[in-house]
């Protein structure tokens, strides 16, 4: 046995096993909190109905009672005044020397008069819950005194996973050979049952295939490779590690996350595991048929061609303005290229807003001009195809700028002297558009077109604050679905997150098609 | 494309239709410029861009707004804006720094995995993160915080600072580190003396960029800020041509106060951003 080898061995556990240590503490005081929270609510109910048959709580509580109705104060109409009933008598709640919990009781009657019978924590992150059940006399309402006691961290019980798993490392270690690795992922799948107690089968489940991956990654030298690796570039990683960090906390752990959501259901603060349930769903049009605007063929068939539309006519007007403002005999280039410019500059969800308000209504701004030259007035909002096509109206017009921006910059890389060689070789205008100014234009335009299509496929303001879906969720891109599913279906966030899922696959594929394709464009490159 | 001048019914032909396009381009934002000063809560009454009657009661009346404490309301949106946009910006462009310079100037493994991890986070939106972000936050209760939002905007700024500020250290000249290496200066002495005095004017440009997105941003304030108080300045204009009470003049003041500014920023640094923009897309 080498002395490098256990010290190896354990340096893999214990990084990995730090790791693991965050993972299963988190669970663990979720779990304990939750804990808390659901004794706190059982106590504040049973506080209240033993206050409702005229009981004293057996419980502490910071204030228990049956709250009256509200009756306005004789000297101020405006004021509500309620009475409260204890085992001690009646007073009225509030006033100079009234005890602070008395504004809880007044709200928590309030809230009772509004919502019934509830039980709820307190919002104030005291950690208290409160409860009101019905009495003819009014809600008997009761709060606890404070926090309910934690389950304490059972040490004992760690600091014996901790020996064992040692153990189990520096037994494979000084086995040597295969024992190594056989070693470290044993000792890491020690972590399973703490989790399998925190957070149950699933979290036991992630330790297990953390424990095997170190364990293979210990065996065949990785890690060894990998830390040197860190040692040879440390300067240049901790120089990343700032944005990295952040990255990984802000980005990477959210995106694991909304994958997982995927595979959940949401449903009043409940998440149950349904497995591939809500892709089946939405990939089967969850019972919608095909022509129906709520099903997910028919809005990828819209994103589809919202995005299509959007960007050609972005390609379009842009290298057509671009190609104009070229033009070396132009009056005043620079003041038509900022005014072209202008609709960048406004922020998007203005110039919605603006866009929504010329096409809403009979005597919107569009309509009077339309009627100004003898046409109909249209109902922008009530067919598809005119919501769309306001859509696409708004899109175009903050869209276009970015690509005359872009086509401009390309233009100005063509030498002039190719162009004045074409002409005096005789070249007619449309030669020279093709065989100079197109491979001029194409390497910067195909990475352009990519990211504007991405950003189209996105666009969430326009179709949110132009037509807002209209009519019946017809224009909707799978953008606004997702948050529709979210935020006004009754919080499903896990049909939100399979449907996020999706549109990062398709985002993902188009991007490496997109990269394929103007990768040819860059090697051609002049 | 042609170097002559071409015949004269083409010159003036060309240059009306571009008068035209301007023309469109220009419309709305000229109506939201007459709504501001014309009277009445309606958008348009008729498509004609020249207010009949000019007052600055719109104006008035939002600067002079109270909420629902009396506090001065479009000035608490206007700092609940200010607070968000600088905070992003800092923490942007405070964590970014270091990694642009070590994904410029040093070469090591995964470099070329990060370089194309942060290029996909920034074009991705943040709307493919908001679900989990919504209910991470909602776990942590950091929902309708102001705080909790900076995060979020965090999560594409970061991407966004250290592509440009990359490209910008790209440009300096490789031969000043290397005199500065001879000369037995360490990596975080030449970073710090040499290459962040250097990189200011392109750190002011990230900066600004970064502050116009955060500042400009509707989605995300609206679904994770629910209260009143809280609201930054889209938010607001947006609740102000709700469906129920539209008040188009006070919208379009607000718009002008909203957007003037940063409009102004944007034609300062435009043309910094199609090349930090497309040098991402192509050579990634």
Same mark, same amino acid.
Request: glycine fraction near 10%; hydrophobic fraction near 55%; charge should be positive.
């Given at each position: 046995?080498?002395?490098?080898?256990?010290?190896?061995?354990?340096?893999?556990?214990?990084?990995?096993?730090?790791?693991?240590?965050?993972?299963?503490?988190?669970?663990?005081?979720?779990?304990?909190?939750?804990?808390?929270?659901?004794?706190?609510?059982?106590?504040?109910?049973?506080?209240?109905?033993?206050?409702?048959?005229?009981?004293?709580?057996?419980?502490?509580?910071?204030?228990?009672?049956?709250?009256?109705?509200?009756?306005?104060?004789?000297?101020?109409?405006?004021?509500?005044?309620?009475?409260?009933?204890?085992?001690?008598?009646?007073?009225?709640?509030?006033?100079?020397?009234?005890?602070?919990?008395?504004?809880?009781?007044?709200?928590?009657?309030?809230?009772?008069?509004?919502?019934?019978?509830?039980?709820?924590?307190?919002?104030?992150?005291?950690?208290?819950?409160?409860?009101?059940?019905?009495?003819?006399?009014?809600?008997?309402?009761?709060?606890?005194?404070?926090?309910?006691?934690?389950?304490?961290?059972?040490?004992?019980?760690?600091?014996?996973?901790?020996?064992?798993?040692?153990?189990?490392?520096?037994?494979?270690?000084?086995?040597?050979?295969?024992?190594?690795?056989?070693?470290?992922?044993?000792?890491?799948?020690?972590?399973?049952?703490?989790?399998?107690?925190?957070?149950?089968?699933?979290?036991?489940?992630?330790?297990?295939?953390?424990?095997?991956?170190?364990?293979?990654?210990?065996?065949?030298?990785?890690?060894?490779?990998?830390?040197?690796?860190?040692?040879?570039?440390?300067?240049?990683?901790?120089?990343?590690?700032?944005?990295?960090?952040?990255?990984?906390?802000?980005?990477?752990?959210?995106?694991?996350?909304?994958?997982?959501?995927?595979?959940?259901?949401?449903?009043?603060?409940?998440?149950?595991?349904?497995?591939?349930?809500?892709?089946?769903?939405?990939?089967?049009?969850?019972?919608?048929?095909?022509?129906?605007?709520?099903?997910?063929?028919?809005?990828?068939?819209?994103?589809?061609?919202?995005?299509?539309?959007?960007?050609?006519?972005?390609?379009?007007?842009?290298?057509?303005?671009?190609?104009?403002?070229?033009?070396?005999?132009?009056?005043?280039?620079?003041?038509?290229?900022?005014?072209?410019?202008?609709?960048?500059?406004?922020?998007?969800?203005?110039?919605?807003?603006?866009?929504?308000?010329?096409?809403?209504?009979?005597?919107?701004?569009?309509?009077?001009?339309?009627?100004?030259?003898?046409?109909?007035?249209?109902?922008?909002?009530?067919?598809?195809?005119?919501?769309?096509?306001?859509?696409?109206?708004?899109?175009?017009?903050?869209?276009?700028?970015?690509?005359?921006?872009?086509?401009?910059?390309?233009?100005?890389?063509?030498?002039?002297?190719?162009?004045?060689?074409?002409?005096?070789?005789?070249?007619?205008?449309?030669?020279?558009?093709?065989?100079?100014?197109?491979?001029?234009?194409?390497?910067?335009?195909?990475?352009?077109?990519?990211?504007?299509?991405?950003?189209?496929?996105?666009?969430?303001?326009?179709?949110?604050?132009?037509?807002?879906?209209?009519?019946?969720?017809?224009?909707?891109?799978?953008?606004?679905?997702?948050?529709?599913?979210?935020?006004?279906?009754?919080?499903?966030?896990?049909?939100?997150?399979?449907?996020?899922?999706?549109?990062?696959?398709?985002?993902?594929?188009?991007?490496?098609?997109?990269?394929?394709?103007?990768?040819?464009?860059?090697?051609?490159?002049? | 494309?042609?170097?002559?001048?071409?015949?004269?019914?083409?010159?003036?032909?060309?240059?009306?239709?571009?008068?035209?396009?301007?023309?469109?381009?220009?419309?709305?934002?000229?109506?939201?410029?007459?709504?501001? *000063? =014309?009277?009445? @809560?309606?958008?348009?009454?008729? /498509?004609?861009? $020249?207010?009949?009657?000019?007052? +600055?009661?719109?104006? &008035?009346?939002?600067?002079?707004?109270?909420?629902?404490?009396?506090?001065?309301?479009?000035?608490?949106?206007?700092?609940?804006?200010?607070?968000?946009?600088?905070?992003?910006?800092?923490?942007?462009?405070?964590?970014?720094?270091?990694?642009?310079?070590?994904?410029?100037?040093?070469?090591?493994?995964?470099?070329?995995?990060?370089?194309?991890?942060?290029?996909?986070?920034?074009?991705?939106?943040?709307?493919?993160?908001?679900?989990?972000?919504?209910?991470?936050?909602?776990?942590?209760?950091?929902?309708?915080?102001?705080?909790?939002?900076?995060?979020?905007?965090?999560?594409?700024?970061?991407?966004?600072?250290?592509?440009?500020?990359?490209?910008?250290?790209?440009?300096?000249?490789?031969?000043? *580190? =290397?005199?500065? @290496?001879?000369?037995?200066?360490? /990596?975080?002495? $030449?970073?710090?003396?040499?290459? +962040?005095?250097?990189? &200011?004017?392109?750190?002011?440009?990230?900066?600004?960029?970064?502050?116009?997105?955060?500042?400009?941003?509707?989605?995300?304030?609206?679904?994770?800020?629910?209260?009143?108080?809280?609201?930054?300045?889209?938010?607001?204009?947006?609740?102000?041509?709700?469906?129920?009470?539209?008040?188009?003049?006070?919208?379009?003041?607000?718009?002008?106060?909203?957007?003037?500014?940063?409009?102004?920023?944007?034609?300062?640094?435009?043309?910094?951003?199609?090349?930090?923009?497309?040098?991402?897309?192509?050579?990634?």
């Amino acid at each position: 046995m080498k002395a490098g080898d256990l010290r190896r061995a354990l340096r893999d556990a214990l990084l990995v096993g730090a790791l693991l240590w965050i993972a299963v503490t988190a669970a663990f005081v979720r779990d304990r909190n939750k804990d808390a929270t659901q004794r706190a609510l059982r106590h504040a109910q049973a506080a209240a109905e033993l206050v409702a048959i005229g009981d004293t709580p057996p419980t502490p509580t910071a204030a228990a009672a049956i709250v009256g109705a509200p009756v306005a104060s004789k000297q101020h109409g405006f004021l509500r005044r309620r009475v409260a009933h204890t085992a001690a008598g009646e007073r009225p709640l509030g006033g100079p020397t009234a005890p602070a919990v008395d504004k809880l009781l007044y709200d928590a009657a309030g809230r009772y008069d509004k919502d019934g019978p509830f039980v709820a924590m307190l919002s104030d992150g005291s950690e208290r819950a409160v409860a009101a059940v019905a009495t003819a006399r009014g809600p008997a309402i009761a709060i606890t005194a404070g926090p309910e006691p934690r389950a304490p961290v059972p040490w004992l019980a760690v600091l014996g996973h901790l020996g064992l798993m040692l153990v189990l490392v520096g037994v494979g270690a000084v086995l040597g050979g295969r024992a190594r690795g056989v070693g470290v992922a044993l000792g890491l799948a020690t972590w399973a049952f703490p989790a399998y107690f925190a957070g149950g089968p699933g979290l036991a489940l992630a330790m297990l295939a953390v424990a095997a991956a170190a364990g293979w990654a210990h065996a065949t030298g990785a890690t060894d490779r990998a830390i040197a690796s860190v040692r040879a570039h440390k300067v240049a990683l901790s120089f990343l590690a700032p944005a990295g960090v952040a990255m990984i906390v802000l980005v990477v752990v959210p995106f694991a996350v909304g994958l997982a959501l995927g595979f959940y259901d949401h449903h009043h603060g409940r998440w149950t595991f349904v497995g591939l349930a809500n892709f089946k769903r939405i990939l089967t049009g969850d019972g919608h048929a095909l022509s129906d605007p709520l099903n997910f063929w028919f809005i990828l068939g819209v994103t589809l061609a919202w995005t299509f539309v959007n960007v050609m006519l972005h390609v379009l007007f842009g290298t057509l303005f671009a190609l104009i403002l070229r033009q070396p005999w132009l009056k005043a280039r620079g003041l038509w290229r900022v005014l072209l410019i202008v609709p960048w500059a406004v922020p998007n969800y203005i110039t919605a807003l603006i866009w929504k308000g010329m096409f809403a209504g009979e005597y919107g701004a569009v309509n009077s001009i339309l009627s100004g030259l003898g046409l109909d007035r249209v109902s922008w909002f009530s067919s598809w195809a005119t919501a769309f096509s306001a859509n696409v109206a708004t899109n175009t017009w903050l869209g276009f700028p970015f690509m005359m921006v872009v086509a401009l910059g390309a233009l100005e890389s063509i030498p002039k002297e190719l162009e004045e060689a074409a002409e005096v070789d005789g070249a007619s205008s449309w030669q020279r558009f093709k065989e100079i100014t197109l491979p001029h234009l194409k390497p910067a335009l195909g990475p352009a077109i990519v990211l504007g299509s991405i950003w189209t496929f996105n666009m969430f303001n326009v179709i949110a604050l132009v037509s807002g879906g209209k009519p019946g969720g017809s224009t909707d891109i799978l953008v606004t679905d997702a948050y529709r599913w979210a935020f006004e279906r009754g919080e499903q966030y896990g049909m939100a997150a399979a449907m996020g899922t999706i549109i990062f696959l398709l985002l993902l594929g188009w991007t490496l098609i997109g990269r394929g394709l103007t990768k040819g464009d860059e090697e051609a490159r002049p | 494309m042609s170097v002559r001048r071409p015949k004269l019914p083409i010159v003036i032909g060309v240059h009306a239709l571009l008068a035209v396009a301007t023309m469109a381009v220009l419309y709305p934002v000229m109506l939201v410029v007459k709504k501001a *000063f =014309e009277p009445g @809560r309606q958008f348009a009454l008729s /498509p004609s861009p $020249i207010p009949k009657h000019v007052t +600055l009661e719109h104006f &008035r009346a939002l600067l002079s707004a109270r909420g629902s404490h009396g506090q001065l309301a479009f000035l608490q949106h206007t700092v609940s804006s200010l607070a968000v946009a600088i905070a992003t910006t800092v923490v942007g462009i405070a964590l970014s720094c270091t990694a642009a310079y070590a994904l410029s100037r040093f070469r090591f493994p995964g470099r070329k995995t990060a370089l194309t991890s942060f290029l996909v986070v920034q074009m991705f939106p943040a709307s493919l993160l908001m679900i989990p972000l919504y209910v991470l936050l909602h776990e942590l209760g950091l929902l309708n915080s102001l705080s909790g939002l900076v995060l979020v905007y965090s999560t594409t700024a970061i991407p966004f600072c250290v592509w440009t500020l990359k490209g910008y250290f790209d440009s300096l000249p490789r031969e000043l *580190f =290397e005199a500065a @290496r001879v000369d037995g200066a360490g /990596p975080i002495r $030449i970073f710090w003396t040499i290459v +962040l005095p250097l990189a &200011r004017p392109g750190i002011a440009v990230t900066a600004l960029f970064s502050f116009m997105t955060a500042w400009n941003e509707f989605i995300l304030a609206s679904t994770f800020l629910t209260d009143e108080g809280k609201y930054t300045l889209p938010v607001m204009l947006k609740s102000s041509v709700g469906q129920f009470s539209a008040d188009w003049g006070q919208f379009a003041a607000g718009a002008l106060l909203t957007s003037l500014p940063v409009m102004a920023l944007f034609y300062v640094v435009q043309k910094y951003l199609v090349g930090g923009l497309t040098a991402g897309a192509v050579k990634g």
